[in-house]
């Protein structure tokens, strides 16, 4: 029997974590032994692993001062390492940047696996101390992973091409999905009545974290340029975020007049009920890896609009090959637009409207008035879903990789 760890940094409804859940479910359903450990554990977190979840801090690094977080960093790895040898865990995955560094030197003997979500050269255009730790372990620690799992063929091409990753422990594993828990969560009802009331008309979904990388701006921008077709539609938000960034949404949508137009639900312990429920997906990221949200509006038969903003959003939303320019292209799952990211990961100084957001609003428009998208997803959602199989995937993670 396996004695599995599960490294991630918090305990939200954000992509990574569901991961966590999806494989922390089904490791325990097949009899092992898993243990989950949140770097950060707050108070109000959603997704929650019971008896089996362990933590580092109960309060998020922006409570630390810059020597307490530094402290932090050096302490960690050696916290985690107790904790491996104490549960004699056979195998451990981390999620995500900080759970990589931290795993990565623990120099402990199990079966041990990294995981890369989004594109990193993009990433590390920030000089975070965190960034600055992360690049340092490319080609040094990272060698202390059996193998470091890329989400996507357009993280690993980024890595090695962009990041002059040169270890030869990188494997291509998307990302695993329960279908069946996503549907049947999807069939449960809103109870709240003003939510009813709302998600009786069209609505244009987000569901994710307000960050800088997802620059929900854009979307907002592209809406307003609706005009009179979003007379009848909503832009709903479903997520927590970065205050800085919900700072300058709110600026945005007073400024353009959408007050009536716009809606923040914040974190939801069930988005799907919400997604079920929406017109469209929309995400107007500047960089992703495989966005897991993608692939549960994809089992939901809603069709998504959303930026070019990675390789790996065409592995997600079509079968084929699909080249894109300086224009719009439909796929089997909606429509994929230019890339926004233009070498800044800030909040903008100007808010005059950029041509990505036209081609943007260009897509949100087509998808609201044409049903032939939800159709077309619907006659491909097999052939789309195939390589997401939670069986199939998790347990590829535990195979030590083939050299």
């Known amino acids: ?25 089904h490791y325990k359903m097949k009899g092992d032994t898993v243990k989950a450990m949140k770097i950060i554990k707050l108070d109000n977190d959603i997704i929650n692993f019971g008896d089996d979840e ?9 409570k630390m001062t810059k020597v307490e977080r530094i402290l932090f960093y050096v302490k960690a790895p050696l916290l985690l390492r107790k904790i491996i040898k104490k549960e004699k865990i056979t195998h451990s995955i981390a999620f995500g940047d ?3 560094i931290f795993s990565s030197l623990t120099f ?10 989004a594109l990193k050269s993009v990433e590390l255009k920030n000089k975070t101390l965190l960034n600055k730790l992360l690049k340092t372990c490319f080609n040094t620690s990272f060698k202390n992973f059996n193998k470091l799992v890329c989400i996507s063929n357009a993280i690993k091409q980024d890595l090695i091409q962009n990041c002059k990753y040169r270890l030869d422990n990188l494997e291509i594993i998307y990302n695993p999905h329960d279908l069946q828990e996503i549907k049947n969560k999807s069939l449960e009802e809103i109870t709240d009545k003003e939510e009813q009331e709302l998600f009786l008309g069209n609505v244009i979904l987000f569901l994710g974290r307000l960050s800088h990388q997802k620059s929900p701006w854009h979307l907002i921008k592209s809406f307003y340029l609706l005009g009179e077709e979003n007379k009848d539609t909503k832009l709903v938000f479903v997520g927590d975020g970065v205050q800085e960034v919900i700072t300058y949404c709110n600026y945005l949508i007073s400024k353009l007049n959408l007050t009536d137009k716009v809606v923040f639900l914040g974190r939801k312990s069930n988005p799907y009920k919400y997604l079920a429920k929406s017109k469209m997906l929309a995400l107007s990221s500047l960089y992703e890896g495989t966005p897991n949200v993608i692939v549960e509006s994809i089992c939901l038969g809603i069709p998504v609009v959303s930026s070019n903003c990675t390789g790996g959003i065409i592995e997600l939303m079509s079968t084929k090959n699909v080249t894109i320019d300086n224009k719009n292209v439909e796929v089997e799952s909606g429509i994929i637009t230019p890339n926004f990211y233009k070498g800044d990961l800030s909040i903008p100084t100007v808010d005059s409207i950029i041509e990505e957001e036209r081609h943007f609003a260009k897509g949100l428009s087509e998808v609201l008035l044409n049903n032939r998208f939800k159709e077309n997803l619907n006659n491909n959602k097999n052939d789309l879903l195939n390589k997401f199989d939670v069986d199939q995937v998790s347990e590829a993670y535990l195979k030590p990789l083939k050299k």
């Open 98 to 100: 900080m759970a990589n």
């Open 108 to 117: 402990t003997k199990e079966l041990k696996i990294g995981s890369l979500h």
């Open 54 to 62: 362990l933590f580092f801090k109960p309060y998020d690094f922006n």
């Open 1 to 25: 029997m396996k004695r599995i760890l599960l490294i991630m940094p918090y305990g939200s409804v954000g992509g990574m974590e569901r991961l966590a859940l999806t494989f922390y479910n």
